[in-house]
């Protein structure tokens, strides 16, 4: 695997955990495309509250049993990369916010890179 430092763009995808693509929940069908797409890694986070653009206040608490919690879909990976995709995460959203920011990798490995192993002092 080519190195994988220096500047990149990390892109966050604000969506509802019920969210939909077709019949599928839409942050699974979102990890399913960058995967496909060759994506080297992304992560879902599970917001505790939050709210949308309707002001509607959700959170995890037992008392509220929300069931639409935030979710947020986080990859990083070159603009060029990012910009052949958005056509098509675009076209799978019908909601939701994307923001996208320059950052700095200083580090990413694998398990299997040999250099990520640590050794002792």
Do not use: W
């Not at 979710?71 to 799978?92: C, F, G, H, Y």
């Not at 950052?103 to 990413?108: C, E, T, W």
């Not at 398990?111 to 640590?118: A, N, S, T």
Request: net charge positive.
């Amino acid at each position: 695997m080519p190195k994988f430092v220096g500047e990149k763009v990390l892109m966050r995808i604000f969506i509802g955990e019920r969210d939909k693509y077709g019949r599928r929940l839409l942050y699974e069908a979102l990890i399913d495309f960058l995967i496909k797409e060759g994506f080297v890694g992304a992560t879902v986070l599970r917001g505790v509250a939050g709210f949308g653009p309707h002001s509607v206040y959700h959170s995890d608490k037992l008392f509220h049993l929300s069931n639409k919690l935030p979710i947020i879909v986080e990859v990083v990976a070159s603009k060029e990369k990012l910009d052949r995709a958005m056509p098509i995460i675009d076209e799978m959203m019908c909601g939701g916010l994307i923001t996208m920011e320059t950052v700095n990798v200083v580090r990413y490995c694998n398990k299997d890179d040999k250099q990520c192993f640590m050794k002792e002092p």
